[in-house]
C-alpha cells in the first residue's frame, strides 16, 4: 500500500486469545490488503467476518482480506479505510466514467455501476454501510442530492445509488459495511 501522508494513521491493532485462552494482540500493524489508484483513491483493508465466526472460541488469526474488494462477501461484516481524491479537472466525462469503471472492475465491482450520468464513481451496493469522514472535506452525491462532510460526520448508507469526491485534498474515511442478509 501507498498512500502518502496517511500510513501512520491506517494501523490496525486486533485482540484475541492465545492457546491458553489469555487476551493479545495479533494484529498491529498496517492494512491487510490495498487497491490504491495514484490520483483517484483506494481502499485498504481492515477486517471481514461472519457474525457467527466474530466471538468464536480459540485462537484468533488475522481475518483482514489480503485484497481489496467494494462489498463483503454473503453474511459478512467489512471493516476498511477508504480515501478519494478531487475529480481531475479538464479530463472529458466519457474518460472519466471509463476510468472509473475500470477502478471498480478493478476490484471486483464494476456491475455495481447502475448509473453513472450524476457522477462517474456512481454505485449502488446490497449493503448497509456506517461511514465516518476522519479527514479532509468530501461530498456525497446521490442521484437527486448532495451534501458536504466534515471531519466526524457520518452517513448511514442504505444501499443507495452514490458517488463521493473530495473538496479540496485527499479525504479519509472509515467504513463498516454490513451484508444485506444479516439485515
Known amino acids: ?7 501512520e494513521m491506517l494501523r490496525r491493532v486486533v485482540t484475541g486469545d492465545d492457546r491458553d485462552g489469555k487476551s493479545v494482540i495479533i494484529v498491529d500493524g498496517p492494512p491487510s490488503g490495498a487497491s490504491v489508484e495514484a490520483g483517484l483513491g483506494g481502499l485498504m483493508e481492515i477486517w471481514a467476518e461472519g457474525l457467527g465466526d466474530t466471538l468464536s472460541p480459540g485462537l484468533a488469526e488475522d481475518k483482514g482480506p489480503v485484497s481489496a474488494t467494494l462489498a463483503p462477501d454473503d453474511e459478512q461484516i467489512k471493516v476498511r479505510w477508504f480515501a478519494i481524491e478531487p475529480m481531475p479537472g479538464g479530463v472529458p466525462a466519457e474518460t472519466l466514467r471509463s476510468l472509473a469503471r475500470a477502478g471498480f472492475a478493478r476490484i471486483g465491482a464494476d456491475h455495481h455501476m447502475i448509473d453513472q450520468s450524476r457522477h462517474p464513481g456512481m454505485h449502488e451496493t446490497d449493503t448497509l454501510d456506517i461511514i465516518c469522514l476522519l479527514k479532509g472535506r468530501a461530498k456525497l452525491i446521490l442521484e437527486n442530492a448532495e451534501t ?36
Do not use: C
Not at 500500500?1 to 500510513?7: K, W
Open 1 to 7: 500500500m501507498s498512500y502518502p501522508g496517511l500510513e
Open 148 to 183: 458536504e462532510l466534515v471531519p466526524g460526520n457520518v452517513v448511514i448508507q442504505r444501499g443507495t445509488n452514490h458517488a463521493w469526491t473530495a473538496v479540496d485534498g485527499t479525504a479519509l474515511f472509515l467504513a463498516i459495511l454490513i451484508d444485506r442478509k444479516l439485515i
